[in-house]
């Protein structure tokens, strides 16, 4: 319950006065607003809502179990239960921040941080993999490629916001571009314009399967009863792209999945091109390695990419996977082990689960 649902409380005035003054304790109360859906520290630098759009919670887990995100700014997620190491990431990624904001292209080595904290250079790799699931290099390279999408949605040249973003050298953008963007910096500054996308359809247990590819991987996997409301999902998820239909030239990739529907083959692993934030890669590899015929709870999964508050997050996460059956996400069930929402109906993730725990039943008999 958020302390707003007693809209005339003096707690909730107390607390609208010090977000004005940016003043108390971060870990006293954050707010949250209705419009972005982002919960914040009480002193985050951010723009002020209006107050009739604010709500107010005691805790970070509280916020984010009402369905609130984090702020990027002011990463209120960082705050207590896990205390003291937490502070400590959040200081740490606030000075990363800090000497990127004045130099873009500083070279922030792992052994230059721990010194300016005191401490050793593997217990700092160690907290952050911690709490944030990812090392310091990791943060600071997204931290780059966040201002450099930043800058080509805004119509920048990207050689342009390639050297304002830190990227000494188009060579080091590119190689991070694919596994971070999902295309090129040139695709993404047009929507996905110029990316060429090969799809076919095909028959599978399920009804009907839309598998579609770049040259680098699977970029979508649907399943549905007919072939028009497939096309169509794939022309909204890549409006600007390039395209056609192909059974040839993705063909063993199509005959692949529909024969892991069929149960002939059980362990399946295509290369995928899909963009994602780090926390969605990081949840997807996580279904990955859940087995075939088995599940894990929201809550599991959380759990295992060192986030156990992000079930809400996870849930996300599931909902947008864009590529099914390669990424799993059927085999992810709610704490009580009854199902919960799947985008391609849950009839067809009720089949799924109780086929591959057939299957293993038959193997083992």
Known sequence: MSVADQKNGPMAAHYWQAMQKRSGTDESFFYAVRSTGI????????????????????????????????CRRCRPQLSSPQGESAELVRRICQRIDETLASDPEARLTLIELSRSFGLKAHKVERLFQKILGITPRQFTDARRMAQLKSRLRKGEKVTTAMYDAGFGSSSRLYERAPEQMGMTPAAYRRGGEGMAISYTIAACPLGRVLVAATQRGVSAV???????????????????????RDAERIGPWVREIVEHLRGQEPHIDLPLDVQAT????????????IPYGSTKSYAEVALAIGKPRAIRAVARACATNPVSIVVPCHR??????????????LGRKQK???????????AKA
């Open 39 to 70: 919960y914040c520290r009480p002193s985050c630098p951010s723009k002020r809502p209006r107050r009739d759009g604010v709500v107010f919670f005691r805790d970070a887990r509280a916020a984010e179990l009402a369905g609130y995100r984090a």
């Open 222 to 244: 649907y399943l549905g009863d007919s072939d028009e409301p497939l096309k169509k999902a794939l022309a909204q998820e890549y409006p600007r792209a390039e395209i056609r």
């Open 278 to 289: 780090a926390f969605q890669r990081r949840v997807w590899e996580e279904l990955r390695r």
């Open 332 to 345: 992810v069930v709610r704490e009580d082990g009854n199902l919960a929402g799947y985008r391609w109906g």
């Open 352 to 362: 799924l689960i109780a086929h591959e725990r057939d299957l293993v039943k038959r």
